[in-house]
């Protein structure tokens, strides 16, 4: 009988744990779409996974003394307003800097910098933050936001898209922009439960 009580006090235990496991990620960031377009010495390529992540490799054919980029995350509510038009997007984030400044910055804005700590440091690819980055190849795998990024609990609003729009430029000795590449990745929040 001791055995018994003990083998379903486990049990027990262990399904509140698998239960509250389900529910403490609730939210997750599903991508929807993207797309690329880039340059000869310059070239993204971006794939879908069997795991719904993406993975990204580029291709520098060209040394780029300073890499910079250019980020801006928009939120468009798709809902119809009583007038029947939709909203334009909001922007929620919009900077430029150079890639090897980039802790420098993402360290400001702690939700940003978690997600891309997350990012970069999990990712499995050698991606590479240089000044100036170098000819060769780069990986960029397992794209995602992890669903315990408590930021998606925020982000969830019912009919709504997030853009992720990115240019990559070579910032010339005269502060000139010269465009590399651009990148849109479309996704939006779902709640699971």
């Excluded at 960031?29 to 070239?43: A, G, H, M, Q, V």
């Excluded at 069997?50 to 995350?73: D, F, G």
């Excluded at 993402?106 to 939700?111: H, L, Y």
Aim: charged residues 15%; proline residues 5%.
């Amino acid at each position: 009988m001791d055995q018994r009580l003990q083998c379903n006090v486990l049990c027990l235990f262990i399904c509140c744990m698998l239960i509250g496991y389900s529910w403490q990620y609730c939210y997750e960031l599903k991508i929807l779409s993207f797309r690329s377009t880039d340059t000869p010495n310059y070239r993204l390529v971006m794939n879908w996974q069997k795991n719904m992540t993406l993975t990204a490799a580029t291709y520098v054919r060209k040394a780029v003394a300073t890499p910079t980029w250019h980020l801006q995350l928009l939120q468009l509510n798709t809902k119809r307003n009583q007038l029947g038009k939709i909203e334009p997007p909001k922007s929620l984030y919009n900077a430029t800097y150079k890639t090897c400044e980039f802790w420098k910055y993402a360290k400001r804005i702690r939700v940003f910098s978690n997600v891309a700590q997350q990012l970069l440091s999990k990712s499995g690819g050698n991606m590479s933050l240089d000044c100036p980055l170098s000819v060769g190849t780069y990986v960029f795998k397992n794209i995602h936001v992890p669903p315990d990024t408590g930021m998606l609990k925020f982000m969830y609003w019912p009919n709504t898209i997030y853009t992720l729009l990115g240019t990559v430029y070579d910032q010339r000795p005269n502060k000139t922009l010269a465009k590399l590449c651009h990148y849109e990745i479309n996704g939006t929040v779902i709640k699971s439960c």
